[in-house]
């Protein structure tokens, strides 16, 4: 049985997002201080503000749209631990979904730089301006940025085993098309 059409885009459209804020964000960190690197900050809130709304929508989906269940053959075969270690990966994902935007507008928040989503809509400051405090916020942020990069590798094993080691064809359920 294959997702819906919502689940399938939102999916992507995360997969996408994410992949491209761990690199801009690993990009942009060691640029000099510069026009540039000021833009792909704002670009890289922007992005980060879309993830966690996309997040929140993908949630909501998920919690009154059940996902379809694993093919009986298919979850017969699967071993106890990789069901285990499917449903923890993806609520870890999802976890961190939620937390890395949010971390990272706490540490924008912090240090005293309003995000103003797309250049015209001022978000309100999630936590008090600190010095003291974006500098204890800003290495939770690339820790989790980090923990949610080395979990989207780990699902990307998970699929590319399915795929090419098992060939049950379980990346076909969350492909746009005829099911």
Do not use: E
């Not at 379809?68 to 961190?96: C, D, E, F, K, V």
Request: net charge positive.
């Amino acid at each position: 049985m294959r997702y819906g059409l919502p689940a399938i885009v939102l999916h992507w459209l995360l997969a996408l997002a994410i992949i491209g804020m761990f690199i801009m964000g690993w990009y942009m960190v060691d640029l000099p201080f510069s026009p540039q690197r000021l833009k792909l900050y704002n670009w890289h809130k922007w992005a980060g503000m879309t993830v966690l709304a996309l997040t929140l929508v993908r949630l909501l989906w998920r919690f009154t749209h059940r996902p379809p269940a694993l093919p009986a053959a298919m979850a017969a075969a699967m071993p106890r631990w990789q069901h285990w270690a499917h449903h923890a990966t993806h609520g870890l994902m999802y976890l961190l979904c939620l937390v890395v935007p949010l971390v990272g507008w706490a540490y924008s928040s912090a240090a005293g730089l309003q995000i103003v989503y797309f250049g015209v809509l001022p978000l309100p400051d999630f936590v008090p301006a600190s010095p003291a405090l974006a500098d204890a916020i800003k290495p939770w942020h690339a820790v989790a940025a980090y923990a949610l990069g080395a979990l989207v590798l780990l699902h990307l094993a998970a699929v590319f085993k399915h795929q090419w080691l098992d060939r049950d064809g379980l990346l076909a359920r969350m492909l746009p098309g005829r099911g």
